[in-house]
């Protein structure tokens, strides 16, 4: 069983920026494709970004592509969202969740193919 803690949310103006951290526990980390998403007031779960497990692979939803950046540190347990020109679109919750299985491609972008979920940090953007 793998527990997920994300933290690094908070109040931001736009143009601003803000680094999330999900820290990983219970499991062989590295074993894992860790994705970030988010779900603002009234709308689904969306997926914002995907690492592979060595890192060597990352993919990004269109609305975030060139803002915000994910990477991993395999010995630090930690995957990381790294948020820049943030605008009142990008307030939501976000989780960070692990993918254990392997997909074509090394991962899935799909909410229902991740196993494991944190709790969530509220990111709001003002204007």
């Known amino acids: 069983q793998v527990q997920l803690v994300e933290s690094g949310g908070g109040l931001v103006q736009t143009g601003g920026s803000l680094r999330l951290s999900c820290a990983a526990s219970g499991g062989t980390f590295s074993n894992y494709a860790m994705g970030w998403f988010r779900q603002a007031p009234g709308k689904e779960r969306e997926f914002v970004a995907v690492?592979?497990?060595?890192?060597?692979?990352?993919s990004y939803a269109d609305s975030v592509k060139g803002r915000f950046t994910i990477s991993r540190d395999n010995a630090k347990n930690t995957v990381y969202l790294q948020m820049n020109s943030l605008n009142p679109e990008d307030t939501a919750v976000y989780y960070c969740a692990a993918q254990a299985k392997y997909y074509p491609g090394g991962y899935s972008y799909k909410t229902n193919d991740y196993d494991y979920w944190g709790q969530g940090t509220q990111v709001t953007v003002s204007s």
């Open positions: 690492i592979s497990r060595s890192g060597s692979s990352r």
